[in-house]
């Protein structure tokens, strides 16, 4: 099973996209795109994930160890 981590390759912000997305095997930035259109749409509430997430996940150089 894959671990779920903040990437510090591919951070924009924190790193949490960048993450998803080396795990996932998505484009970033479609990942980006969706994160930012969904904000509007759940009224804030993926901004909330995002931010949860950026706190609780570990970056990848804390997972490699």
Do not use: C, H
């Amino acid at each position: 099973m894959k671990k779920l981590y903040r990437s510090t390759n591919e951070s924009q912000l924190s790193g949490v996209l960048g993450g998803l997305s080396e795990t996932f095997n998505i484009d970033v930035s479609i990942l980006r795109i969706l994160v930012v259109v969904s904000g509007f749409f759940t009224g804030g509430l993926t901004w909330l994930i995002y931010l949860v997430a950026a706190i609780v996940m570990p970056t990848d150089q804390q997972v490699r160890k």
